[in-house]
């Protein structure tokens, strides 16, 4: 279901949030460090360095007070800061809709997506917000500094969870519509991994720096569940019988985190990076102690 109030974020996180930074680990444009905007030498505000003048050169960044100490001409060289887009993918397949105690997974997805559209917005730079299931709906895409944040969060409260999930289709289909390398925020329970393995690759072998979110309940992980139960697939309706023993119970849950470890891994060796979220933990704590933890925030 969608959310009944666009405010998805309280006022106290918004102002925590102007002290952190999303952090970009892929060279861009030309960048070098874990910066969130790369640099490059030009006309800007920042000082940089100095360089001989040439002729050609635009008076106007001559510095006067060094030619009165060297008798030379020397050029002011200032750092400008060079934007890089942030788009935001998220899951929105029924599964999504699964939660605990009124958190779904897909909210606390919203809540995710909604903080690092405003930590975009916070360094001026373009933000796309991309609902998902079986491919792209349609983004919106904002810039212009964080009076922009409510349209964001307007948009998010009326998203709702629907149909299955393919992610290999969705990335592909992004691919197309965002050619250009920038951050990629995957936000999703993965539960089409085989999917995930093939976007992952393709977002590697097209130069984004990605980020993999997988947003997961407690019951999921560790289900409290007894005795014979019919399971129904959130997505396709699929009915199975199972008997939930102690036994079963641990299997489960140890195949659930060997399947958590196989996506971060996935990841990693891709270039990436990865952080768990489980919905009975609050968001905010999430976001402030996890992400910097996992290199994704400072």
Known sequence: MATTSPLLLDREFLKTLEQVTLLCRTNLSGAVGPEHRSRTRGPGMEFADYRRYSFGDDPRSLDWSAYLRFGKLFLKIYETEQHIP??????????????????SKFLYAQRLAATFAYLALLHLDTTAVIPFSQRLQK??????????????????????????TDIFSSVKEFMSGFPARGIAILISDFFDETGSERAVEMLRSAGHDFVLLQVHSAEEQHPSASGELILEDAETGAQRTVECSPQSTALYARRFQEFSTRLRRLALRNGGRYARAVTNIAYQEFVLRSLRSGQVLA
Do not use: N
């Open 86 to 103: 942030v788009r935001i993918l998220l899951d929105r397949s029924q599964s999504m809709a699964f939660g605990d105690e009124g958190e």
């Open 139 to 164: 983004p919106l895409v904002v810039s212009g500094g964080r009076d922009r944040l409510w349209p964001v969060l307007q948009f998010l409260s009326e998203q709702q969870c629907a149909g299955t």
